[in-house]
């Protein structure tokens, strides 16, 4: 399936008004470069066409609505609009259709409109089998910020395995997981016009109880989730305006290296925790007591002169010695006497058991008793010690912006401590809900409020419903769909765990064509987050360059893999990259998808763009403010552009290669 | 359907001793649920073929 943009517009917003033509590799120029100065709306237009591509409008608040107004203007309406190119495969014919978001901002609400090519229509008109690629944790692997790749990577706001899941159907085949169960539940607990017996009634009355307690426990669960991910969106927003702070007071360069001290300082607390815990698996490394007392029970078999001699050697030797160990002749009473003791010596296995004693025993006095372990803790208090001075050195920095930028930093520290604490505070409730316990803890099912635990409670049902199926009849019905229940979540589970190694293998290809072997990092596992690491040891994060990259070659790979020729759009595409990294990014785009649409700054073009231009045709796109701190770059524009700017609100916008070359643009416009 | 699907299908249905009748019909209705071309009463006539064929392929009648 291919889906290209092949026009973006814009009007009323926050934005400027503009309407934007892009193309992909069909027209010829597969990459389309947007320059925008800071400030210029760049991050609008890119939460736009997300919102549009994963439908997430339905869920927008009043204020989320509002906060896309062009203060500037008195209109209170706004309108954006994408113009689709959709081809379900090669054999089927390309759709047009455009998706546009009708804001009205004296109501603060938001209409999406779809139009197909006989203008506006009130269905979805694309293909239903793309719905589920339309979410927004699809959307995000490809439409994302190349500035803050490094989202996917931590293990609080990525989420890598959603679009693993969505892209290969898994999510599709845990829905119907979800309505296999659902229709067996119902089907059990229907009442019909059947009479029961007392124990059926009881059963089902019990059944219906634990239903509704699993429904209730699902919302409350789903609410917490959604508290949550607002919650982690403000926190990452705050950072995001702290930063900016930190930038204005001219202190970003120290908080910054700080930052990556801090991070580099727990992936050494963590690997040391995990060679720490290697140590341990050895009970002798952490207790000197052990090996003073095999010390002393070594002693004592040598001292007992044990193992000594088996009753096997007895055997053998009394039947054809003359003489007895002291040197004098074996009598026949003497061996008589030897025969009545010889259950006394040990057996055989008694003394293989005595040497295997003496033999470990010997090998654990060369064991350094408990110095490695010694060693391992100084080292890792050391490594917490550090820990908390460069916690106090953040705090002495964020202090210091306090007193340069007032309140206003205070205000974010603030509301950032009290946002951790919720979050954590969320975390457990979820904690909570997704808790297992033995089911024969509720036993015998009468308190369903007792239960806190989603599937705990799934788990209760599932066994009832077996219970009343058994009872009434459906016994047959119950055992094919434990049947079939199994084999679903066996093939969801071992599909999935092929599909992550196989997507292990080639982003960790694509790594390695963009980085080469000048930095060798790799993609250790694809779950939560993008686990990053080398020689299979994690690593909390690479290089700025590494995470960028990391996210290029899995979003890539994703796509590549599922056929989904998607567009890739990417704000501050190469921001993040050195300059070789920047020269590779361009030399394999149009290798990695057919529409690349970047949104970047001028000091993006350096190096990059000179690669691009030797591998791809390229759609330049310059777009500025029409205000008078820009006349230079008006003046630079030709009549046509100019008339085009005049007949626009508030936005020039040139499509010529030298301008976009020679614009110098400056980082903000505002 | 990918082949990781299919192949751990194949197996998961081998596993359990169902016959290719059953394990077509189950690819079938997952092939189905990814195109999303089903809704619920589809999905329900559905199931109903497959309980049958395996309770058929496992004698449980």
């Known amino acids: 399936m291919k889906i290209s943009i092949s026009q973006v517009q814009a009007k009323g917003l926050r934005c400027p008004d503009i309407d934007i033509d892009l ?86 609400a938001v209409e999406q409109l779809y139009f197909n090519k006989d203008g506006l229509t009130n269905v ?9 690629y339309f979410q927004e944790d699809c959307v995000n692997l490809f439409v994302f910020m190349g500035d803050k790749a490094d989202q996917l990577l931590t293990q609080d706001t ?62 409350t669960y789903k609410d917490i989730k959604n508290t949550e991910k607002e919650k982690r969106i403000e926190l990452e927003n705050l950072k995001e305006e702290h930063k900016k702070l930190f930038e204005a007071a001219g202190l970003q360069t120290q908080v910054a290296g700080l930052e990556k001290d801090i991070q580099k300082n727990t992936t050494d607390i963590s690997n040391k925790n995990l060679q720490i815990m290697d140590v341990m698996r050895d009970p002798f490394s952490f207790s000197d007591s052990i090996q003073s007392d095999i010390k002393i029970l070594k002693n004592t078999l040598d001292d007992l002169d044990l193992p000594g001699t088996s009753r096997s050697f007895f055997d053998r030797w009394l039947p054809i010695s003359e003489t007895c160990f002291c040197g004098e002749h074996l009598t026949d009473s003497k061996k008589e006497i030897f025969k009545k003791n010889i259950e006394s010596f040990l057996t055989d296995d008694d003394i293989n058991v005595i040497e295997n004693i003496k033999n470990e025993a010997e090998s654990v006095f060369e064991i350094s008793p408990s110095s490695e372990l010694e060693t391992l803790f100084e080292e890792l208090s050391g490594l917490i010690n550090k820990k908390k001075s460069l916690e106090l050195q953040k705090r002495r920095l964020e202090i210091e912006l306090t007193e340069i930028s007032g309140s206003n930093s205070e205000e974010i520290l603030k509301r950032r401590d009290d946002l951790v604490k919720e979050l954590n505070t969320l975390d457990l409730k979820m904690g909570i809900i997704e808790s297992k316990k033995p089911i024969r803890t509720y036993k015998p099912f009468d308190e369903p409020k007792a239960c806190k635990s989603v599937s705990d409670c799934k788990e209760i049902v599932l066994h009832l419903s077996d219970e009343l199926s058994a009872l009434s009849g459906k016994k047959v019905y119950a055992d094919s769909k434990k049947v079939l229940s199994k084999i679903i979540t066996k093939t969801l589970t071992n599909s999935l765990k092929e599909l992550q190694n196989s997507l292990v ?66 704000d501050h595409p190469v921001t993040a990259l050195d300059n070789l990294s920047r020269e590779k990014l361009g030399e394999k785009i149009t290798e990695i998808t057919h529409q690349f649409i970047g949104f970047l700054i001028d000091t993006e073009r350096q190096v990059f763009l000179d690669s691009l231009e030797r591998s791809a045709d390229i759609n330049y796109v310059t777009i500025f403010r029409n205000w008078p701190g820009n006349i230079n770059l008006y003046e630079a524009l030709t009549d046509e552009e100019k008339q085009k700017c005049s007949d626009s609100t508030n936005a020039c916008l040139s499509y010529r290669k030298d301008f976009f070359h020679h614009s110098d643009m400056g980082t903000a416009d505002v | 359907m990918d082949f990781e ?57």
């Open chain 1, 158 to 219: 990525g989420d890598a395995l959603t679009p693993v899941k969505t892209f290969f159907g898994l999510t599709s085949i845990e829905d119907l997981n979800n309505s296999i169960e659902d229709l067996y539940k119902r089907k059990v607990s229907t009442r019909g016009n059947q009479t029961f017996n007392s124990s059926e009634s009881n059963l089902r009355q019990k059944l219906e109880l634990w239903m509704n307690r699993e429904k209730s426990l699902v919302i």
């Open chain 2, 5 to 61: 699907i299919k192949n751990a299908l194949r197996k998961a249905c081998d596993e359990e001793n169902l016959d290719d009748a059953s394990f077509n019909a189950i690819k079938s209705l997952i092939d189905k649920k990814i195109s999303n071309k089903l809704d619920d009463s589809q999905i329900e006539s559905l199931l109903d073929n497959i309980y049958e064929l395996i309770a058929q392929s496992k004698n449980f009648k």
């Open chain 1, 505 to 570: 293998k080639s982003t960790n290809e694509k790594l390695e064509s963009f980085l080469g072997d000048r930095e060798k990092i790799e993609v250790l596992s694809i779950n939560k987050n993008l686990q990053l690491g080398q020689n299979n040891q994690e690593q909390a994060q690479g290089s700025g360059a590494q995470n960028a990259i990391a996210i290029y070659s899995f979003a890539t790979s994703i796509l590549e893999r599922a056929e989904a020729n998607f567009p890739l759009i990417v």
């Open chain 1, 23 to 108: 193309y992909d590799q069909s027209s010829g120029k597969a990459v389309n470069l947007i320059q925008m100065p800071n400030g210029t709306g760049k991050t609008t237009i890119i939460s736009l066409i997300k919102a549009i591509l994963s439908r997430s409008v339905e869920s927008w608040k009043p204020s989320d609505i509002r906060e896309y107004k062009n203060k500037e203007s008195t209109s209170d309406s706004g309108e954006f609009k994408l113009k689709l190119i959709i081809q379900k495969s090669d054999e089927d014919e390309e759709i047009n259709a455009s998706i546009a978001l009708k804001f009205d901002f004296v109501n603060s």
């Open chain 1, 124 to 132: 979805w008109p694309f293909p239903t089998e793309l719905i589920p």
